[in-house]
């Protein structure tokens, strides 16, 4: 494994190694400083049919993954710190990353960085999109917050209530019987719906419950075809999404609308987006596809902004998690 190789910070690029532990997917990536991806790679756990993730199977997974992981991301490149997600997650697989992440700072002689997992989201598509203030929608199995960058701090003005947009995309998917995992089977059904039923469609305020359209979905599910419960399903959720971002720009006077997070590769959420965007006369963009779904580079980018700003420096003897890590609890000083 490649040793790093220190050098003043402000006085050149530097490298940043990246590790993402904190659901299904332990990742490992090298960025530069510059914004570029050396490496990105990652391995997925997958659940037991008609179960979702088993916190404990998922970390060893995780132990299991992670030296082939590390030694294909790392390759003979150089870094010179480590960054790691540090929340919000679920506590046995965050405990992976945080070990792996202390042992290779404490080996290698390097800083350690704790990056918010959500803020990794949100900056790994600021930098591959090229928008520079947006209001975000963030999408996820995990997460389901609308989010804008006011006063030094990524403010949530809008998330949900009970269960996130993946969450829900999965449970309805294992109650329709479809496979693991659910978003991606949900969208392609939906696409062959040709009706529109009507279902609960819940908004309050600036928040959204889901909890509530699952459970009436799967009641009527005997009675309906699947491609149009499904389509029907997106097409309520989607515009409860729609509606709060919407609101969102209008509060904050934001230009710019990035959707991101694992949910961000659905088409038609992005294309729902975008027409409500056009409308507004507001710019537009969704991180690609492969910086959608939890990886490594999103929390090395992020490490690269905080240590250049000095920010979220970990004693690697002290350096922890935190389960619930809110977005809105990190200082941006980058």
């Not at 402000?10 to 299904?24: D, K, P, R, Y």
């Not at 900056?123 to 804008?148: C, F, M, R």
């Not at 515009?239 to 659905?266: C, D, P, Q, S, Y």
Request: some cysteine; aromatic content about 6%; glycine content about 12%.
């Amino acid at each position: 494994m490649a040793r790093a190789v220190m050098g003043p910070k402000a006085a050149s690029i530097f490298n940043c190694l990246g590790i993402e532990s904190t659901a299904h997917t332990f990742g490992a990536s090298i960025v530069s400083s510059s914004g570029e991806v050396f490496s990105n790679v990652k391995s997925a756990y997958k659940p037991k049919e008609g179960s979702g993730i088993i916190p404990m199977d998922c970390a060893r997974h995780h132990e299991e993954a992670a030296g082939d992981i590390l030694r294909e991301a790392i390759g003979t490149r150089q870094f010179d710190i480590v960054a790691y997600s540090k929340g919000p997650g679920l506590g046995p697989v965050l405990r992976v990353g945080l070990a792996t992440a202390k042992k290779l700072a404490r080996e290698n002689a390097v800083p350690l960085v704790g990056v918010n997992h959500c803020i990794g989201h949100i900056e790994i598509g600021k930098l591959k999109t090229g928008l520079t203030d947006p209001a975000i929608l963030y999408v996820s199995g995990g997460n389901t917050q609308v989010i804008a960058l006011v006063e030094g701090r990524y403010r949530v003005f809008g998330e949900t209530l009970d269960i996130t947009i993946g969450n829900a995309l999965d449970v309805l998917a294992r109650g329709l019987g479809l496979q693991y995992p659910g978003g991606p089977k949900i969208e392609a059904l939906a696409l062959e719906g040709k009706k529109l039923i009507e279902l609960p469609y819940s908004v309050k305020g600036m928040d959204l419950s889901y909890s509530g359209l699952v459970t009436h979905c799967l009641r009527i599910a005997p009675k309906h075809d699947k491609a149009d419960l499904c389509h029907s399903f997106q097409e309520h959720a989607f515009a409860m999404l729609v509606e709060v971002v919407e609101r969102a720009i209008a509060h904050t006077g934001k230009r710019e609308v990035l959707l991101t997070g694992g949910v961000a590769a659905n088409r038609r959420l992005q294309e729902m987006l975008e027409i409500m965007c056009r409308e507004r006369g507001v710019a537009f963009a969704t991180v690609p596809r492969e910086f959608a779904g939890d990886q490594g580079a999103m929390i090395a980018w992020t490490g690269c902004l905080m240590h250049e700003a000095g920010a979220g420096l970990e004693d690697p003897g002290k350096a922890d998690i935190v389960q619930k890590f809110r977005t809105d609890e990190v200082d941006v000083v980058w």
